[in-house]
């Protein structure tokens, strides 16, 4: 469904109208238009900067010099001398920052290591140098920070300035937002310095554009890092509840990546299910999920899966005063048992060796919502299955992470009374509701090798919703 008060603040009548007003302008996201690129930032600038004790310099340039982008540093600043051993260690040149008269480009992204803070006093190094430079940031820009993991600190002092960068984050991507910006954090967990490459690149890219607000935790992976350009090529994708909306989007995105889609769907939905894999060119499987057999069927149709994305859902809203037991197990038994009775089923028979997981959370099961406590249990079970069972992924070589949507243009969304809508859509940080693609890129990017450093998250793609943690 069209957003027609964002088209309208963008007409110069609309426009000088919300300006006058005083209404918000939502502002128009560049989306990813193409698969992965090698070289996602190439010929991009990017600023670069950090604490005086910064630890990831070194991973943190390599990166970015992978992506392909132009890297440059704000001469005055404190925590150049890491950036500038780094840069030396790996023959790069570093180019100084131009002045807003200069006539150069402007940078496309703003990386800031603060794995070195360990006090308030030291918070000072990042504050003089995002300072100046938040009023210039370009529209849809990229401001990505890096910290150890809280876990990870060394001290009291650093655990607390990297709990710190958390609240820092969070209110910088509320300030940023206005202008399709996004801001968020990853916390570097002990020996995984060498897997920032793949996420730093997903949220420095177009692929990320409703992602605000969010901090990512890396481990260490195992083997060798992989690049997210062709990682999915050729793999084996199974989605449920594939027909339409979201499982159609991530079916599509998945495709465009490579992947070779096994699309799953309520026999009652085989006409759009059929259309959906005609499109992707994948094979579809007309299922109930919460069959007592359902395991057995998709390892009998797939053979080995790579990767696995629970999205099937429904809703059966009711205050719990008037629900009846009939919409409460229907609820929970789709939402919630059918992943955990499928995936016990693949983990004996029909997951390849280091396979991944995703499964779709909602923000409703984070804020909860009232007349949801069927669908917000769900929600929020599987946020901590994710977590309870991300080392039995990992001794498979694979991982098991969360997808949370916020409010997505869908045809369930469109069928709300006008101010719930219009509500839903301007309460987060770009003031607008997101589409099926936004949630499609983040499951492809955890469906990845590439993303091997991250298990057991949940990522919210809500453009930072105003609720919920």
Same mark, same amino acid.
């Given at each position: 469904?069209?957003?027609?008060?964002?088209?309208?603040?963008?007409?110069?009548?609309?426009?000088?109208?919300?300006?006058?007003?005083?209404?918000?302008?939502?502002?128009?996201?560049?989306?990813?238009?193409?698969?992965?690129?090698?070289?996602?930032?190439?010929?991009?600038?990017?600023?670069?900067?950090?604490?005086?004790?910064?630890?990831?310099? =070194?991973?943190?340039?390599?990166?970015?010099?992978?992506?392909?982008?132009?890297?440059?540093?704000?001469?005055?600043?404190?925590?150049?001398?890491?950036?500038?051993?780094?840069?030396?260690?790996?023959?790069?040149?570093?180019?100084?920052?131009?002045?807003?008269?200069?006539?150069?480009?402007?940078?496309?992204?703003?990386?800031?290591?603060?794995?070195?803070?360990?006090?308030?006093?030291?918070?000072?190094?990042?504050?003089?140098?995002?300072?100046?430079?938040?009023?210039?940031?370009?529209?849809?820009?990229?401001?990505?920070?890096?910290?150890?993991?809280?876990?990870?600190?060394?001290?009291?002092?650093?655990?607390?300035?990297?709990?710190?960068?958390?609240?820092?984050?969070?209110?910088?991507?509320?300030?940023?937002?206005?202008?399709?910006?996004?801001?968020?954090?990853?916390?570097?967990?002990?020996?995984?310095?060498?897997?920032?490459?793949?996420?730093?690149?997903?949220?420095?890219?177009?692929?990320?554009?409703?992602?605000?607000?969010?901090?990512?935790?890396?481990?260490?992976?195992?083997?060798?890092?992989?690049?997210?350009?062709?990682?999915?090529?050729?793999?084996?994708?199974?989605?449920?509840?594939?027909?339409?909306?979201?499982?159609?989007?991530?079916?599509?995105?998945?495709?465009?990546?490579?992947? =070779?889609?096994?699309?799953?769907?309520?026999?009652?939905?085989?006409?759009?299910?059929?259309?959906?894999?005609?499109?992707?060119?994948?094979?579809?499987?007309?299922?109930?999920?919460?069959?007592?057999?359902?395991?057995?069927?998709?390892?009998?149709?797939?053979?080995?899966?790579?990767?696995?994305?629970?999205?099937?859902?429904?809703?059966?809203?009711?205050?719990?005063?008037?629900?009846?037991?009939?919409? +409460?197990?229907?609820?929970?038994?789709?939402?919630?048992?059918?992943?955990?009775?499928?995936?016990?089923?693949?983990?004996?028979?029909?997951?390849?060796?280091?396979?991944?997981?995703?499964?779709?959370?909602?923000?409703?099961?984070?804020?909860?919502?009232?007349? =949801?406590?069927?669908?917000?249990?769900?929600?929020?079970?599987?946020?901590?299955?994710?977590?309870?069972?991300?080392?039995?992924?990992?001794?498979?070589?694979?991982?098991?992470?969360?997808?949370?949507?916020?409010?997505?243009?869908?045809?369930?969304?469109?069928?709300?009374?006008?101010?719930?809508?219009?509500?839903?859509?301007?309460?987060?940080?770009?003031?607008?509701?997101?589409?099926?693609?936004?949630?499609?890129?983040?499951?492809?990017?955890?469906?990845?090798?590439?993303?091997?450093?991250?298990?057991?998250?949940?990522?919210?793609?809500?453009?930072?919703? +105003?609720?919920?943690?």
């Amino acid at each position: 469904m069209n957003d027609r008060y964002l088209d309208f603040t963008h007409s110069p009548f609309g426009k000088t109208l919300a300006s006058m007003l005083g209404l918000p302008t939502p502002p128009r996201l560049n989306r990813a238009d193409a698969a992965w690129a090698a070289q996602g930032l190439a010929g991009a600038h990017v600023l670069v900067g950090g604490d005086r004790a910064a630890q990831l310099s =070194q991973p943190l340039l390599a990166a970015l010099t992978a992506s392909g982008a132009q890297l440059r540093i704000v001469p005055e600043h404190a925590g150049l001398p890491p950036l500038k051993a780094a840069a030396a260690t790996l023959k790069l040149a570093l180019a100084g920052n131009p002045g807003p008269a200069s006539g150069e480009a402007p940078n496309r992204a703003i990386v800031f290591d603060a794995s070195g803070l360990s006090s308030p006093a030291q918070m000072r190094e990042l504050y003089d140098f995002l300072q100046p430079l938040v009023r210039g940031l370009v529209s849809n820009g990229r401001i990505v920070l890096l910290s150890r993991a809280p876990d990870a600190a060394d001290s009291v002092g650093a655990k607390t300035m990297a709990t710190a960068l958390r609240g820092f984050m969070r209110a910088l991507a509320k300030e940023v937002g206005k202008n399709g910006s996004t801001c968020n954090l990853l916390e570097i967990a002990a020996g995984a310095d060498s897997a920032i490459e793949a996420p730093l690149h997903f949220f420095l890219s177009p692929h990320s554009a409703y992602v605000s607000g969010q901090s990512l935790r890396i481990t260490a992976a195992r083997g060798q890092p992989v690049a997210l350009a062709g990682s999915l090529a050729g793999r084996s994708a199974l989605v449920t509840g594939a027909a339409r909306g979201i499982g159609a989007a991530i079916a599509e995105v998945l495709a465009r990546e490579g992947a =070779q889609i096994i699309g799953v769907d309520h026999p009652s939905q085989e006409g759009a299910l059929g259309e959906t894999m005609a499109r992707v060119g994948g094979r579809g499987l007309a299922l109930d999920v919460t069959a007592a057999d359902a395991a057995q069927r998709i390892a009998a149709e797939a053979g080995g899966l790579d990767v696995v994305v629970h999205n099937a859902g429904v809703t059966r809203d009711k205050m719990l005063r008037n629900m009846s037991a009939q919409h +409460w197990d229907m609820v929970l038994n789709i939402n919630l048992a059918a992943i955990l009775d499928i995936n016990e089923g693949l983990l004996k028979r029909g997951l390849n060796e280091g396979a991944r997981v995703v499964c779709i959370s909602s923000i409703g099961g984070i804020g909860g919502n009232a007349g =949801q406590t069927n669908y917000a249990s769900t929600k929020a079970g599987v946020i901590g299955y994710v977590d309870a069972m991300a080392p039995a992924f990992a001794k498979r070589g694979g991982a098991i992470n969360a997808v949370a949507p916020g409010f997505i243009e869908t045809q369930m969304t469109a069928a709300m009374p006008m101010g719930p809508r219009e509500i839903g859509r301007r309460i987060n940080s770009l003031s607008q509701g997101g589409l099926p693609q936004d949630i499609a890129e983040a499951v492809a990017f955890f469906s990845s090798p590439a993303a091997a450093g991250v298990n057991g998250q949940t990522l919210r793609v809500c453009g930072q919703n +105003w609720f919920g943690a």
